[in-house]
């Protein structure tokens, strides 16, 4: 069964606007990682956020952490339309990495 | 290869018939990841290898599902008496050691259908 849950499921958005999806996870951690997923495609992986990481950044990607609430957000800024895909959170746990149910994500042009 | 290769990209299978689904993860990385991701859902850990060392297996739904990573590098997951069920997006990845908090590199997938 998946570990995480991410919120919304799906998000729609026009062009310019940011983007703010969150995760939820339900053990303890060393690090947590975000995913974008393309319709038929496979995984890229977007950052990593250490479990002593508050906040980090990566280009237009905002995450935060925070595991007193045992949860973690992204945010993309000025959205393209080309950010359209899924995205999930993941988390490592003993040997393996457990995903959440994605949000989906549509930027409209 | 630069990336986690996986073959083939579709499959189409009778039910009843067996499939061997190919991962050629990134040069060196040590962990190997199988997962099964269902239509709208997020992947599901299936095996884990550490080198030819199979660690992990208990996301095997039923002991139809067999994997192997013989020498450490290549993997194959075999399915036997293929069910409807079993139609999903099959991805491996690799990583190095995750104790180094390190991510983990995803194939395309291979998109199995069971007619």
């Known amino acids: 069964s998946q570990q995480g849950e991410e919120d919304p499921q799906a998000l729609s958005i026009q062009e310019g606007e940011n983007a703010t999806m969150n995760c939820s996870y339900k053990t303890s951690i060393n690090n947590l990682q975000w995913y974008r997923q393309n319709s038929g495609r496979g995984l890229v992986h977007l950052i990593l956020?250490?479990?002593?990481?508050r906040e980090k950044h990566s280009g237009r990607l905002r995450v935060t952490l925070d595991t007193s609430k045992k949860s973690s957000s992204l945010l993309i800024t000025a959205s393209r339309a080309a950010d359209t895909a899924s995205y999930f959170c993941?988390?490592?746990?003993?040997?393996?990495?457990?995903f959440g149910t994605g949000t989906s994500l549509t930027v409209i042009p | 290869g630069a990336g986690v290769s996986q073959s083939p990209r579709y499959k189409v299978a009778k039910r009843g018939q067996d499939v061997a689904l190919r991962c050629d993860p990134i040069s060196g990385h040590v962990s190997l990841f199988w997962y099964q991701q269902a239509l709208g859902q997020g992947p599901e850990f299936l095996t884990y290898f550490q080198n030819e060392a199979q660690l992990d297996k208990s996301g095997l739904p039923s002991d139809r599902f067999f994997a192997e990573r013989p020498e450490g590098s290549v993997s194959t997951l075999k399915i036997q008496r293929t069910q409807q069920e079993d139609s999903a997006v099959y991805l491996c990845a690799s990583s190095l050691p995750q104790g180094m908090n390190t991510e983990a590199f995803f194939g395309q997938g291979t998109r199995l259908t069971v007619v």
């Open positions: 956020i250490r479990s002593n990481e």
């Open positions: 993941a988390t490592f746990t003993g040997n393996q990495f457990y």
